[in-house]
């Protein structure tokens, strides 16, 4: 993993010009890694992008297993699913499928070559991360949010966004039986 991730760091990881945000481009939220806690946590952040920013989307890229939650109950604009394990070529055709990006946001730790790689491919104003040590993130919120809990730092970065006094209240979908 170590050795990829340098690779992956060589070959993708390069500062990009950026196009200005406009204040209506989409936020795509990478989301291929959650598991139903950490959805449940940030559960709210389409919520509050969109009260504060009604006319950007928020589209989020996860597993068909984690798709309905957060097309059903998450208010989020579109799910782009994707497999567990994409290859390179479905990164790229998902990237391109994106269009422009006003924030691409990304909150692994240390993210992977692949996770880089689709990073390099997207069309993107602004890349938000946890990984303070990549060139390609230009909100780096690893060590700004280091001991908060995870839902903080989504409003930490909301924050960056133009996004004040986020209604942080989790929702909790309620399915009937």
Excluded at 150 to 161: A, D, G, N, R, Y
Aim: aromatic share 10%; proline share 5%.
């Amino acid at each position: 993993d170590t050795l990829r991730r340098r690779l992956g760091r060589w070959l993708f990881d390069r500062p990009r010009p950026r196009p200005a945000d406009d204040g209506c481009s989409k936020v795509v939220i990478v989301r291929w890694d959650a598991k139903l806690g950490d959805a449940i946590v940030s559960s709210w952040v389409a919520r509050e992008i969109h009260r504060a920013q009604s006319g950007r989307e928020v589209w989020v890229v996860t597993t068909p297993a984690m798709a309905p939650l957060f097309r059903d109950y998450f208010g989020v604009d579109r799910v782009l699913e994707v497999p567990k394990r994409p290859g390179y070529g479905e990164l790229k055709r998902l990237a391109l499928s994106l269009g422009r990006v006003g924030y691409l946001v990304h909150f692994g730790k240390s993210l992977k070559m692949k996770d880089i790689y689709f990073i390099d491919q997207v069309d993107t104003c602004h890349v938000a991360g946890l990984d303070d040590e990549l060139i390609c993130i230009d909100i780096k919120l690893g060590q700004e949010t280091a001991e908060m809990h995870f839902s903080t730092k989504f409003e930490v970065l909301l924050k960056h966004m133009g996004v004040v006094n986020p209604d942080t209240r989790y929702i909790i979908p309620q399915i009937t039986a």
